[in-house]
């Protein structure tokens, strides 16, 4: 498991941890705005006095916070999800906030310094990596532990150290207080956890944090989204659908001849045809055809007198180091380029950019046998990458399959904007090291 600081930066903001000022939200941006707003303003202003007379001097100090400001926003929302090394996503928040505040000036063609916006992009930058190593310090979390009720799954979790109560006294080294709050706890217990809220210690129910840390929902039954209804918000999804189908519109004149290209090495490559499709389980548990680019080989048709016994479950799993799969679909997979043919199930409502990813018919009808609820991930359109793609990779058995449903229950009860922005820039990481491919 990854670092766990980052993710629980959020939650951690209770007395207790205060005293450490790095973590405070309002120093972090403050001080940015002084170390690269404040500073190199001032020090341009004192060595060229007659940049206070003109616009474009206030135009840039105005689009330097703005900024700022969006990329503290951004970064913070995107920290706030578990499983997160926040330093991979510095760079990348903070370039595409200044690039996007760039591009507002450059259309509005109004002037501006373009010293002054680097300097404080630069300095913004090295700021926040600043504050990240600091609170890497304290890297590990400790949690008292009220030992009542179903607790006991929460220590498989590592780097946190498990403070387990024996009497209703918080450690005061423990960073946040968790229980059962569906167990049958002693009234001196209750009178605690009571206390403890009132003194400002930060106090979870397990589940909470479980989900906090692991980034998975246990499927033990359905439970409410954040809006108290089981499906997901009808407003982001309609939202949703109309920013994938733009986006689409938008990329298919990149993709096009990028596909010409594919599809003439994937015919070289070996024999078959460019394309494969398969009936997978879509949104609301319609069937429909997912097209990817081919990277098997091609199989021999049976003969009519001998027909194949293999169970059609097994020819849908991919498995580990899998020998039907050719040296350039290797390639197609690690890198996701197989996928991308999917822009057209996107743009026929069939499936969104972010999302769970469809199982094969097959794989689906026996999944629904096995697997609790494994239905109730159809609730939101399946994606060309998911949640559960970028933190575990493709699955081949039944415990990781429920492993990935945990995965897809969490994106479903988060289901946001902020997820989706963090999911892609966790493909783009992910296209980069073929993290989970086979």
């Not at 009571?194 to 039954?221: D, Y």
């Not at 020998?323 to 996701?336: A, H, Y």
């Amino acid at each position: 498991m990854k670092s766990v600081a980052s993710p629980l930066s959020t939650v951690l903001s209770a007395p207790r941890r205060a005293q450490v000022i790095w973590v405070r939200p309002l120093f972090q941006l403050l001080g940015s705005l002084f170390v690269a707003v404040a500073l190199p303003y001032a020090v341009a202003a004192g060595i060229t006095p007659e940049l206070l007379g003109l616009d474009l001097y206030y135009v840039s100090l105005a689009a330097s916070v703005s900024a700022i400001v969006l990329a503290f926003w951004t970064y913070r929302n995107l920290a706030a999800f578990p499983g997160i090394r926040s330093s991979y996503y510095i760079l990348p928040v903070f370039l595409s906030s200044f690039v996007a505040v760039f591009t507002v000036l450059f259309l509005a063609r109004a002037g501006y310094s373009r010293p002054l916006l680097v300097s404080s992009f630069a300095l913004s930058l090295a700021w926040f990596y600043l504050v990240y190593f600091m609170i890497q310090r304290r890297q590990t979390l400790k949690i008292a532990v009220v030992p009542f009720g179903r607790v006991d799954s929460l220590y498989s979790i590592e780097q946190v150290q498990w403070a387990v109560l024996g009497q209703p006294v918080i450690p005061p080294s423990a960073d946040l207080l968790t229980a059962d709050f569906d167990s049958d706890l002693p009234r001196e217990w209750l009178n605690f956890l009571a206390e403890c809220a009132l003194q400002g210690v930060t106090v979870l129910h397990f589940k909470q944090l479980r989900q906090s840390l692991t980034g998975q929902v246990q499927t033990e039954h359905l439970s409410e989204n954040a809006d108290g209804a089981l499906a997901p918000n009808a407003n982001y999804i309609a939202m949703k659908r109309f920013a994938d189908t733009l986006l689409a519109l938008a990329l298919l004149p990149v993709l096009l001849p990028l596909f010409v290209i594919v599809a003439a090495a994937v015919r070289l490559d070996s024999p078959g045809p460019v394309f494969f499709r398969q009936v997978r389980i879509g949104y609301r548990g319609r069937a429909f055809s997912v097209w990817k680019f081919r990277t098997m080989r091609a199989a021999a048709p049976a003969a009519p007198a001998a027909p194949t016994s293999e169970d059609p479950r097994e020819r849908a799993i991919t498995r580990e180091d899998d020998p039907r799969i050719t040296p350039l679909g290797r390639f197609l997979r690690r890198t996701r380029i197989d996928e991308l043919p999917q822009v057209f199930n996107v743009l026929r409502g069939e499936m969104s950019w972010i999302g769970p990813r469809p199982e094969a018919l097959e794989l689906s009808r026996w999944y629904e046998t096995e697997l609790p609820f494994y239905r109730y991930r159809h609730v939101v359109r399946p994606g060309i990458s998911g949640w559960a793609q970028v933190s575990q990779g493709r699955v081949a058995d039944l415990d990781s399959v429920l492993k990935k449903l945990n995965y897809d229950f969490f994106y479903i009860s988060r289901f946001s904007l902020w997820l989706d922005v963090l999911i892609i820039l966790r493909t783009i990481k992910t296209m980069l090291t073929g993290f989970g491919s086979r």
